[in-house]
């Protein structure tokens, strides 16, 4: 198991960014909003449009590491890790059977 840890690390840290990004959403386009009102005013046109941007670039980045994420190699056989039928919740490799850790 030892010999795969810069591997295991990686992929953690993608789960990891993938989590806070989700639970990021809300307060970010909230603060958007916030924001695009102290600058353009409220009820205005720029303000949404902006707020929408922001919105949007965000679902594209999440949904772009949810890719990176589901598509993550394992450190074995060098193969999808996860299963399409089990996702991210699976334990071990769909290929070669090494177990998550």
């Known amino acids: ?16 960014r993938f989590f806070l990004m989700w639970l990021a959403y809300i307060p970010l386009c909230i603060a958007a909003l916030v924001i695009s009102v102290l ?10 449009l902006a707020t ?4 949007f670039v965000w ?3 999440f949904l772009r590491l949810g890719k990176r994420l589901t598509a993550w190699k394992c450190p074995r ?4 890790f996860e299963s399409w039928w089990k996702g991210w919740f699976t334990s071990d490799c769909a290929n070669c059977g090494l177990p998550k850790s």
Request: aromatic share 14%.
């Open 1 to 16: 198991m030892n010999d795969y840890q810069t591997e295991w690390q990686e992929y953690k840290r993608l789960r990891t």
């Open 39 to 48: 600058i353009f005013g409220k009820g205005s046109d720029a303000g949404i």
């Open 52 to 55: 929408a941007i922001v919105a």
């Open 59 to 61: 679902i594209f980045l």
């Open 77 to 80: 056989c060098h193969k999808r």
